[in-house]
């Protein structure tokens, strides 16, 4: 009999950005409080900053949507002039501004959103006072903003991230596996991303439910460095790697 086969396609998994989907934690109580108290901040700026995987985007999503504000990344600010990314609300939000190459459009848009009395939100991975700015301007205005870090994930936290990974990727993972991860996991939000990402492509390879066993060989291929996964199939069927 012809063994099973399930192909592994490439499909792009979206998580949920609404504000009832953020996992609230110790980590990221302050900046959260710093969203909700909009328009309260001072100078009507704000910049997040925290490692990869802390909620940041999470959070400029939220606050677009309270506001009426334009998300932008840094390819926009290369792309077209700052008077034109600045939406009739007035109000814009900068998703990754350390990595902005162009300086003088950067300041461009700062002074612009003030002008219009708009409101900003960066996030990146620095403070903004710790990214090498060279333009003096730019350098002064970006010390001025307030800025609110996102800290490591207790583990409370942690597992509140991992059951909504999967839960965005519809899969029904138990308590005992969300367990033992956390025992082994390294304690960061990207960690946990990438891991989630890794068990879901073999067990879509495998056609099997992630347990233990599954979660155990993906963090030994990790650790190895390894590739992709391979399925057993039936002779003269295509490995799927």
């Known amino acids: 009999m012809t063994a099973a086969r399930q192909l592994a396609f490439g499909f792009a998994h979206a998580p949920s950005l609404a504000a009832a989907d953020f996992c609230r934690g110790a980590a990221n109580e302050a900046a959260l409080a710093m969203i909700e108290r909009w328009p309260a901040w001072p100078a009507r700026r704000l910049a997040l900053w925290g490692p990869d995987g802390s909620g940041k985007t999470h959070l400029l999503a939220i606050w677009c949507a309270r506001s009426s504000a334009r998300a932008l990344c840094p390819a926009d600010l290369a792309r077209d002039e700052a008077p034109a990314l600045i939406p009739a609300s007035g109000h814009v939000a900068l998703d990754d501004a350390d990595c902005v190459l162009d300086e003088p459009a950067l300041l461009h848009l700062l002074n612009l959103v003030s002008e219009r009395g708009g409101s900003l939100l960066l996030t990146a991975r620095e403070a903004p006072a710790r990214w090498g700015t060279r333009l003096a301007d730019l350098r002064s205005r970006l010390r001025s903003i307030t800025a609110v870090a996102l800290g490591p994930p207790d583990e409370a ?85």
């Open 157 to 241: 936290l942690l597992r509140a991230v991992l059951t909504k990974l999967f839960a965005d990727r519809q899969l029904a993972v138990a308590p005992p596996t969300i367990d033992y991860i956390l025992r082994r996991i390294d304690r960061s939000l990207a960690a946990a991303r990438e891991l989630v990402a890794r068990l879901d492509r073999i067990a879509l390879a495998r056609g099997v439910q992630i347990g233990a066993a599954l979660v155990r060989e993906a963090l030994a291929r990790e650790e190895d460095g390894g590739g992709e996964y391979s399925v057993t199939v039936s002779p003269g069927e295509p490995k799927l790697l």
